[in-house]
């Protein structure tokens, strides 16, 4: 409707990062609002902008929306990206919650204390290898189509994609038993929409680092 | 399809209560396997039931779901639960967002120690006053309406109740300060499909013991060592 999706976060993947990558896969151009200081934030809670105190917030067709599941689900619904019936929606709301439950790990990553990293790393590794690239390898084997739900491209495909590239710059060498995998990483790396997000001077965010774990300690700070 | 849903899960709330009230509102009939030990686990992990080796599980109409949201969701929209146009979807999506967060606060706390358990029962009521249940209220003053979102029964409606209850066993009186949800609360627990699951004998399960924690731990083999948030 009137104007494009205004998205507040910090600026850097977070909880927005799977909102950016589904916008720009569904060919959406979005504005994007940085927090940098407490001030900010609290400003926002002030005037009433963030129904439980929390961003993301996603200014969209003249809603507030809150809370990164609700957000998403509303965009893949209004860009056709939902699957065709309620089976389909079923099978990629299985997918992209086991996907959310490995990006979980890697968004809580930085955050944890240096002794913790290395035991950290490893559970990711071991998680992505062991419980959730699996699936995905079998799904794609089993019906052996080009998308993961129906034949058609999906929410899930984006969350997927977002997942493997995420999970390779910690464990470079991840999808090495995985070659369904690495053929949908390719075909979804040359999709139109998706090409022109991993290309440089994108909305894309780079991988966070101390910078961003202190402006989120420093913004969120009771 | 072929017969009741079936979960799949522990003898015990955690993450499947929400299904059993949503279903139990719904007016759907459902039928329950405990898992009690890990061998009943682990023939579910090697017979491939489990999409990423956890429960909850579900089995209904062909498929055996799994994550709680992605059940909840179906279980909505098959039951007309879920608004009747995206943007009701979409505020149904945030208030049930708001009540998970809320509710997930709860679900540890029989895996924490004495101590932390009285820190985690205040910050419970802290952040269930000041940041949660002032959202509802607000939302039902300002329209006036029976319901959170569009006039009609959700899911919305059947979770807010759920997590009214439980924050309630944490501190009986949190609800003085929120006349809206009193009315709600009474309202709601009227509906004779939740009437009837607040009486005794339902599939509704009581406070999580001791026993429920030994269980879950011995079976998955986690959550020792958990802390307040």
Avoid: C
């Avoid at chain 2, 997590?163 to 509906?191: C, H, N, T």
């Amino acid at each position: 409707m009137a104007g494009k999706p205004r998205l507040t976060y910090l600026n850097g993947r977070g909880r927005m990062e799977p909102i950016r990558w589904l916008l720009a896969a569904a060919g959406v151009e979005f504005e994007e609002v940085y927090l940098e200081t407490k001030e900010q934030y609290d400003k926002l809670i002030k005037d009433g902008f963030l129904l439980f105190q929390q961003v993301p917030l996603v200014e969209i067709d003249g809603m507030k929306m809150v809370q990164t599941r609700a957000i998403l689900s509303y965009i893949a619904g209004k860009y056709n990206l939902y699957g065709k019936d309620l089976k389909e929606r079923a099978l990629i709301d299985m997918y992209v919650e086991g996907i959310a439950d490995l990006m979980q790990m890697i968004l809580m990553f930085p955050f944890s204390p240096p002794d913790a990293k290395e035991k950290n790393l490893e559970s990711i590794k071991e998680r992505a290898t062991n419980r959730y690239f699996p699936v995905f390898e079998r799904v794609l084997k089993q019906h052996g189509q080009d998308f993961l739900v129906g034949n058609k491209f999906s929410w899930a495909d984006v969350q997927l994609m977002e997942a493997i590239l995420a999970v390779e710059e910690k464990v470079p060498a991840v999808l090495s038993g995985f070659p369904q995998l690495q053929v949908f990483k390719t075909k979804m790396s040359n999709m139109p929409t998706i090409k022109k997000f991993l290309q440089p001077g994108s909305p894309r965010k780079p991988p966070p680092d101390a910078h961003y774990v202190d402006t989120v300690l420093k913004v969120f700070k009771k | 399809m072929s017969g009741k849903p079936k979960l799949y899960y522990f003898d015990g709330r955690g993450k499947m209560e929400s299904v059993r009230w949503l279903l139990a509102a719904a007016g759907v009939e459902f039928e329950e396997e405990f898992l009690e030990t890990r061998e009943q686990y682990e023939k579910l992990l090697q017979g491939g039931s489990l999409l990423f080796q956890q429960v909850p599980m579900v089995e209904m109409d062909g498929m055996r779901m799994v994550q709680t949201r992605a059940i909840l969701s179906y279980i909505a929209a098959k039951y007309n639960l879920y608004g009747k146009d995206l943007k009701e979807r979409a505020l149904i999506d945030m208030y049930v967002g708001g009540t998970e967060d809320l509710m997930g606060f709860i679900l540890m706390f029989p895996f924490l120690s004495a101590e932390d358990k009285e820190k985690q029962r205040a910050f419970i009521v802290q952040k269930a006053t000041s940041r949660y249940f002032p959202v509802y209220e607000k939302v039902l003053k300002d329209h006036g309406q029976d319901f959170l979102v569009g006039n009609n029964f959700s899911w919305a409606d059947v979770h807010l109740l759920e997590a009214i209850l439980m924050v309630e066993e944490k501190k009986s009186d949190v609800l003085s300060g929120f006349p809206q949800l009193q009315a709600f609360k009474a309202r709601i627990s009227s509906i004779p499909t939740i009437k009837k699951f607040l009486e005794p004998g339902s599939q509704r399960k009581p406070v999580p013991d001791d026993k429920y924690v030994e269980t879950v731990r011995r079976v998955l083999r986690m959550y020792y060592d958990l802390k307040a948030n």
